[in-house]
């Protein structure tokens, strides 16, 4: 009963090296999220998928991009890294977008030097 | 947008007493405020949730109580234990979720 799966666990990056984090749900869930959690901020989020096929905009997209694959995987690509998107990323799932539980993964440690 | 606020950032507390983490939001059309639990190198994990139709919650030795009026909200944990050491976070959501700063949580044995 795996859940939210993200992949990797951990990573370090050069500044401007680009890469893709990895998340995949088996909740049958319609909507898709990822979040990055900083010291003393709480989680803020990055993108949202509502549905399969959409993605939009949240708090804080500036320097990110996502793709929703399928139902099941959403992933988060950073094209150019900077040191300040050095930060602790958590994919979430729920059945539907809005006023839903969510089901966050164990979260991808990313480090830019 | 949306803006939620948790006070307090660190709690200490001996086993056995109760804890309050308390928060406030800023959109009276915020509907649904979860809790969650986060424990070293994981994920959150939700303990529980109450939406505006409700003004109180309770699940075992969890309780979450809801003032609409004031725009606030609250987690009591009573008879605290160890293993209830932990970051706790409160969340409002119209349609994004947005989430507090999160709370310390120690509790000595």
């Known amino acids: 009963n795996a859940g939210v799966t993200q992949t990797p666990k951990f990573q370090v990056l050069k500044t401007g090296q680009s890469m893709t984090l990895q998340c995949a749900q088996d909740?049958?869930?319609?909507?898709m999220y990822w979040y990055r959690q900083d010291p003393g901020m709480g989680l803020r989020l990055i993108y949202y998928?509502?549905?399969?096929?959409?993605?939009d905009k949240g708090e804080v997209p500036n320097g990110y991009n996502v793709s929703r694959l399928n139902k099941r995987e959403f992933s988060l690509r950073l094209e150019s890294a900077a040191p300040s998107q050095t930060s602790v990323y958590f994919c979430?799932?729920?059945?539907?977008?809005?006023?839903?539980?969510?089901?966050f993964g164990d979260g991808t440690r990313l480090s830019i030097l | 947008g949306e803006n939620v606020e948790q006070h307090p950032s660190t709690l200490s507390v001996q086993e056995g007493d109760s804890a309050v983490i308390k928060c406030t939001y800023s959109?009276?059309?915020?509907?649904?405020f979860p809790w969650y639990k986060q424990e070293l190198g994981k994920g959150p994990q939700l303990i529980i949730d109450?939406?505006?139709?409700?003004g109180e919650k309770k699940d075992q030795r969890i309780a979450v109580t809801l003032n609409k009026t004031a725009k606030h909200f609250s987690l009591h944990i009573t008879e605290t234990q160890p293993e209830d050491s932990a970051v706790y976070f409160c969340?409002?959501?119209?349609?994004?979720?947005?989430f507090g700063a999160g709370t310390r949580l120690t509790v000595k044995p």
């Open positions: 979430a799932s729920s059945g539907d977008y809005s006023n839903q539980p969510q089901h």
């Open positions: 909740m049958n869930h319609n909507s």
């Open positions: 998928s509502a549905s399969e096929g959409t993605t």
């Open positions: 959109d009276s059309a915020s509907n649904y």
């Open positions: 109450i939406r505006s139709n409700v």
């Open positions: 969340a409002a959501s119209i349609r994004d979720m947005r």
